[in-house]
């Protein structure tokens, strides 16, 4: 059996597929040519991140699929419920990179509290001439400890958030449509732990009291974060999206960075992705990175290897 890894595979994951005899292919098939390159090689299971879609199209073009797998939590660059419908499985790892995402939202909170975003910019150009100028520039920061943190969507990363947050010393407030409350365990290194016990609240509660806000939702309709949102929220917020481009209006984003209700931001996901509005890129307020949420070494280990055990449980134990 083939597996096509179109946007890649850890080494991990190869192995574990290859050891019980599937034959992986890493190669990165355009998405005009998927259809063609899945039906001239037999490809049982394409394998995708936030690259590849994998639309009715192919479904319907492509007989010899049996699973999609998705890299990652969200799958809505693939037609889930059709593909179900069609007989086909529907994979995801919606744990393996929690952790990978929440560390992320914290390098965007301390850059953008230090103003690291902007410093980084700035001083390679006029550092060896304008060094008091720009320390006086970035001489205003905040701690993150003893500040409250707001958390909108309280699931796996959103809670691996709020255990950083509770580590550093922030209070945390949560909002979620359908967790009333969750048992947060924070794990120190020495094998102690604790638990806290948080009960989320309405959305607008949580616009109104965090000093710093986080985003970890699905995709929408609609903007989740809009004028009225920002009208809600306390002058001098940070903004952090990690979660999907869109969820979040930019133009009035950049309209309250301008205004200073929103002090800061940390963009890792984009409206307009793969290609930002230039207004978002050039903003010296805003933190930003190309969607690497879940790119780091150990969460694309999990992944492989997640995503390896699934298809070996349905393809192989099912077989039997």
Known sequence: MKVLANDGVSQSGIDALEAAGFEVSTTTVAQEQLINYINTNDIDVILVRSATTVRK??????????????????????????????????????????????????????????????????????????????????????????????????????????????GVGMKVIASDLFIDNA??????????????????????????????????????????????????????????????GGIVNEVELVKALNSGKVAFAGLDTFQDEPKPAVQILMNGKISLTPHIGAATNEAQDRIGTELASQIKNILLVDKK
């Open 57 to 166: 199209e192919i479904i319907d073009s492509c007989p010899s699929l049996k699973i999609i797998g998705r890299g990652g939590v969200g799958m809505d660059n693939i037609d889930v419920d059709y593909a179900r419908e069609k007989g086909l499985h529907v994979i995801n790892t919606p744990a393996a990179s929690s952790q990978s995402v929440a560390e992320l939202v914290f390098a965007h909170l301390y850059g953008g509290v230090r103003f690291l975003h902007d410093s980084n910019r700035n001083m390679p150009l006029d550092g060896d001439t304008q060094f008091k100028k720009l320390k006086k520039s970035y001489a205003k920061g905040v701690e993150l400890r003893g500040k409250t943190i707001g958390i909108i969507g309280f699931g796996r990363i959103g809670q691996e958030v709020a255990k950083i947050a509770l």
């Open 183 to 244: 048992d947060v365990k924070v794990e120190f290194f020495n094998g102690q732990s604790i638990t806290v016990s948080i009960e989320t609240q309405s959305m607008e509660s949580v616009l109104k009291e965090a000093d710093f806000i986080t985003l970890h939702i699905p995709s929408q309709k609609d903007y989740v974060i809009a004028e009225k949102e920002f009208g809600m929220m306390k002058d001098g917020v940070g903004l952090i999206n990690a979660a999907r």
